[in-house]
């Protein structure tokens, strides 16, 4: 963060004098409204969904429940590929228009993929499983008392729900919808293809096209102070409001048992998420891969997997790691500064990718063009380019931007190791690191091997850090499919794509099995 504040601020101002008339506005304009799009597409469909499977049953319920968090496997930009393949002019769709009504090529008026809105829904079919996984933990947690109080007293279920449980679910889903936001502001791969100009397509021009730094950190600057703008805005309006539920777990409430045309309703609302984001994708992306002439066992194709899974497996072994350092120091020595530290170590996920390619970029940039410049004058010894461009740089920005997901599944685990333990090892004369080894981290394997996987999908999934920041002739399967997609050579991009998906699907498994546990 410092270092973009600094090279904005020092930097010339000629190209975002430039942007500023010309583009910066549509910038701003086309990233809030896509936030405000994807927030409420994730709010309708994640919330509704975990009411209907939480608080009502109907037949296919239970598939439900574990289906609807399959699209979270799915980067936003290969439903881009898989969609445009569909829905474009010589997709499936409108072919099979033309040809059964006769219609010419502007005979018929047909909604644009390529667009913002083309762009808000293929991210509310990927980011909706955020805010149904916690608002339905909420949901299951709360008691039925109160709703079962506000059903005696006249009010209908859906006036109950909106009045009651709705408002004591608020914090949960205020959560999940952040966190859709926060993807969508660092969305790269989707408004690129689509040509839908935000804040995170303008750094990546500003940094490759224009070939401007200067300009590219002052951009990255505006995306970032809209991140952090926007946890401020969601902390300053849950104010100190207070949500405590004192009859919770005492009543669990009865389910509403649908039948008829209401659970035929219920099918289409949970079904409609499921198809479109994971069915249909997955039968496009297949269909694309087979007439494509792209050969995934040739050289070329497993030296991208071979980076890929170079990258992925370190960055989440190192992750990991930084995440058991922080999360121990704060639990063996409570206090201001472990608090603060952690809370930095939160902070990147709130930073989108290009805003921390920017940032790391610039110093490391400086810092070996000084050093070869006085070994070239010292010594006569040219050192290059030590940092910059490196796999370990690459590495360090995936771990700032992933690290509060492994924080998150680290913390949950080290609940279940209770302080006695830690009181009783000390009592036998064990220290830290031997509590840790011997104590915490047996207890906390399936919790590390959750951090594990997660880290290691999403850097799988990672596309504009990685487009910024990749050594020379390293591509991963994720920048392969971005730029056969930008050939318009979308079979191509398919076979990238599956595999991409193929990885994705691991956690999200390993999530379905804790939700069909309840």
């Avoid at 109160?146 to 608020?170: D, E, H, K, N």
């Avoid at 990255?220 to 926007?230: D, T, Y």
């Amino acid at each position: 963060m410092l270092a973009v504040g600094l090279a904005a601020i020092t930097g010339g101002f000629d190209t975002i004098t430039h942007l500023a008339s010309t583009v910066l506005g549509r910038y701003a304009f086309n990233t809030g409204l896509l936030i405000v799009l994807v927030s409420i597409g994730t709010f309708a469909v994640g919330v509704g969904a975990a009411w209907l499977v939480t608080m009502t049953r109907f037949p296919g319920v239970r598939f439900f429940e574990i289906a609807l968090v399959l699209p979270l496997a799915f980067p936003a930009y290969v439903l881009a590929y898989a969609y445009t393949s569909i829905l474009d002019h010589p997709g499936i769709v409108q072919t099979t228009l033309r040809t059964v009504m006769g219609w010419g090529p502007r005979d018929y008026w047909f909604p644009e993929i390529r667009s913002l809105g083309g762009a808000a829904l293929m991210l509310v079919l990927v980011l909706y499983p955020y805010v149904y996984l916690l608002a339905r933990a909420s949901f299951l947690q709360q008691s039925g008392s109160t709703f079962i109080a506000a059903r005696a007293l006249g009010a209908r279920p859906s006036v109950a729900f909106l009045t009651v449980s709705l408002p004591l679910a608020r914090p949960a889903i205020a959560a999940g919808v952040l966190l859709a936001v926060m993807e969508t502001i660092a969305d790269f791969g989707t408004v690129a293809y689509f040509g839908v100009q935000t804040f995170a397509t303008g750094i990546y021009t500003s940094w490759f096209s224009i070939g401007d730094r200067a300009g590219a950190a002052q951009l990255a600057l505006c995306l970032l102070m809209f991140a952090l703008l926007l946890a401020m805005l969601e902390r300053m309006q849950r104010g100190r409001a207070k949500y405590h539920d004192p009859s919770r777990g005492q009543k669990h409430q009865p389910p509403l048992h649908l039948t008829g045309g209401r659970a035929g309703l219920a099918w289409i609302l949970c079904g409609a998420p499921v198809l479109l984001g994971a069915v249909f994708p997955i039968v496009a992306l297949v269909n694309l891969g087979l007439d494509s002439d792209q050969n995934f066992l040739s050289t070329r194709y497993l030296g991208f997997v071979r980076n890929s899974l170079i990258l992925a497996s370190t960055a989440a072994v190192l992750t990991v790691l930084a995440a058991i350092g922080l999360g121990f120091f704060q639990r063996m020595q409570p206090g201001r500064s472990s608090a603060t530290a952690t809370y930095i170590g939160r902070l990147g996920y709130a930073v989108p990718g290009g805003v921390i390619a920017v940032g790391l970029m610039v110093p490391f940039a400086a810092f070996d063009n000084a050093l070869d410049a006085w070994m070239r004058a010292t010594f006569d010894i040219s050192t290059g380019l030590l940092v910059t461009g490196s796999i370990w740089l690459l590495v360090f920005a995936y771990m700032v931007r992933f690290l509060a997901a492994a924080l998150g599944a680290y913390e949950g685990g080290q609940s279940l190791v209770h302080a006695n333990m830690d009181a009783a090892s000390r009592s036998l004369g064990k220290g830290p690191f031997a509590t840790l080894r011997r104590i915490h981290l047996p207890i906390l394997t399936p919790s590390l091997l959750t951090a594990l996987l997660i880290v290691f999908v999403d850097v799988m999934k990672e596309l504009p850090a990685t487009l910024i920041m990749r050594p020379f002739n390293f591509d991963t399967l994720a920048v392969q499919a971005y730029r056969l997609a930008s050939d318009e050579r979308l079979e191509g991009a398919a076979v990238p794509s599956l595999v991409i998906v193929a990885v994705g699907l691991l956690p999200v498994i390993l999530i379905c099995r804790q939700v069909g546990r309840r």
